[in-house]
T-cell receptor, first 112, second 111 residues
Framework: NAGVMQNPRHLVRRRGQEARLRCSPM?????VYWYRQLPEEGLKFMVY????????ESGMPKERFSAEFPKEGPSILRIQQVVRGDSAAYFC??????????FGQGTRLTVV | RKEVEQDPGPFNVPEGATVAFNCTYS??????FFWYRQDCRKEPKLLMS???SGNEDGRFTAQLNRASQYISLLIRDSKLSDSATYLC????????????FGSGTQLTVLP
């Protein structure tokens, strides 16, 4: 049973480009959480999704950021028109309804 | 007030020491509680769930006090490999069952 898979592990984008971060949950998990960790800071909740539904996006910036978790395929966190301040580690976690969550290794996004 | 608050530390303790971390949460309807550890900004890993009756896993003991909205983690006989950031995590109740992380407590175990 593979763990939570995130790719790419490292992503470099120029200002103004789009970044797409992918997360494949553990087998049997239908809940996905995305977190962002800025340098020298703690984990900040962004969005919580179940298959095809956004349950809580209270941590998502209002502009440029979107997330989806389609019926088939991985969850995608999309950042449009990236800026330097978007540089961070983005972690995805998956779980079942009332269980603990398990994290992927993260995607390190660098905006140059 | 933050939803989940932890003392950031750092805690620097000698090998073999006992160290305790505390965490408070603001939402009295919170349902589930966990401790995670994070090494050198790698992915957080589940250390243990926290049950109302308290629970122990080897050198680690977790306790929950719902009346005071307080969670603790005790590490006995600390090892060098225990050096990490310890994250208190709370799951909210209701439809928005997100996991909320504290900012973490940094522990360094010294030889």
């Amino acid at each position: 049973n593979a763990g939570v898979m995130q790719n790419p592990r490292h992503l470099v984008r120029r200002r103004g480009q789009e970044a797409r971060l992918r997360c494949s949950p553990m087998k049997g998990h239908s809940h996905v959480y995305w977190y962002r960790q800025l340098p020298e800071e703690g984990l900040k909740f962004m969005v919580y999704l179940q298959k095809e539904n956004i349950i809580d996006e209270s941590g998502m910036p209002k502009e440029r950021f979107s997330a989806e978790f389609p019926k088939e395929g991985p969850s995608i966190l999309r950042i449009q028109q990236v800026v330097r301040g978007d540089s961070a580690a983005y972690f995805c976690a998956s779980g079942a309804r009332n269980t603990e969550a398990f994290f992927g290794q993260g995607t390190r996004l660098t905006v140059v | 007030r933050k939803e989940v608050e932890q003392d950031p530390g750092p805690f620097n303790v000698p090998e073999g020491a006992t160290v305790a971390f505390n965490c408070t949460y603001s939402n009295s309807a919170s349902q589930s509680f966990f401790w995670y550890r994070q090494d050198c900004r790698k992915e957080p890993k589940l250390l243990m769930s926290v049950y109302s009756s308290g629970n122990e896993d080897g050198r680690f003991t977790a306790q929950l006090n719902r009346a005071s909205q307080y969670i603790s983690l005790l590490i006995r006989d600390s090892k060098l490999s225990d050096s990490a950031t310890y994250l208190c995590v709370v799951r909210s109740s209701g439809s928005a069952r997100q996991l909320t992380f504290g900012s973490g407590t940094q522990l360094t175990v010294l030889p």
